[in-house]
């Protein structure tokens, strides 16, 4: 996928759910992932011609992990020059050593939330923009019906009253194959997740199951996407 289509869902997007306001202060959450990688080629092409202007930093949380190397997400965010820091963090020690999870994923995206929101409203920027595109949002949608009981996905925007941050998703509609095919083409650099469980979690058992039903009934995704669309479920208004 070439930049200037990303650019076009990604518009789309912001527009749609009024994700962007004039003199925001945007930080990027990045994890060195496709997903995020992406959002920040996206964010840094759409505040070039975007009418309502914003600034961009591109924010980390280091979880501890030993083997963690940031330098070629360092150099990427040189060249597309946005700001870009780290915050350093002891949550790995703390999820895997000390309190010795059964569930660590849970408690470990709590506590790299609060480190990177407390971090960036610190820093004066009022909105974080994170990286969950449309196959992110349907399975939540499922992971939340499956284990749950309850219909329930996250918003296009969600308004952090604790802190004050507001939270946009401005790739939802962009699909997982999509932001793969932009990475490759690109050749971004991904840093692979140090993490142990990575590729071991509930929502990777989701991602497989979607991932079936959509090969058995083509478009399925699309058709639950529209339905949390239109589904009158809170935080989505109906365009």
């Known amino acids: 996928m070439r930049l200037q289509q990303v650019l076009s869902l990604v518009r789309k997007a912001a527009d749609d759910y009024e994700m962007i306001q004039d003199n925001d202060k945007i930080a990027v959450g990045i994890s060195g992932g496709k997903d995020s990688l992406t959002l920040l080629h996206a964010l840094n092409g759409l505040r070039r011609f975007y009418p309502k202007h914003f600034e961009l930093h591109a924010v980390t949380v280091d979880l501890g992990f030993e083997n963690l190397n940031l330098e ?10 946005v700001e870009y820091s780290v915050i350093h963090t002891d949550i790995a020690k703390i999820v895997f050593e000390e309190r010795k999870e059964s569930n660590p994923c849970s408690l470990c995206a709590k506590m790299r939330k609060g480190a990177l929101n407390d971090a960036i409203k610190q820093a004066g920027y009022n909105k974080v923009a994170y990286a969950h595109h449309k196959d992110d949002v349907v399975e939540t949608m499922l992971l939340s019906l499956i284990f749950e009981g309850r219909l329930h996905t996250f918003n296009p925007v969600t308004h952090l009253d604790r802190t004050g941050l507001t939270v946009i998703r401005p790739l939802i509609y962009m699909n997982e194959a999509d932001v ?9 650099p991904v840093v692979k997740s140090p993490c142990p469980m990575d590729g071991h979690t509930k929502r990777e058992y989701i ?6 039903l959509n090969y058995e009934n083509p478009g399925v995704k699309e058709r639950m996407f529209t339905a949390i669309q239109n589904g009158n479920m809170k935080g989505w208004p109906v365009l």
Request: glycine residues 4%; charged residues 30%; positive net charge.
């Open 180 to 188: 793969i095919g932009f990475v490759n083409k690109h050749q971004i």
């Open 207 to 212: 991602k497989n199951l979607l991932k079936q």
């Open 72 to 81: 070629e997400i360092k150099a990427l965010c040189e060249s597309l020059d």
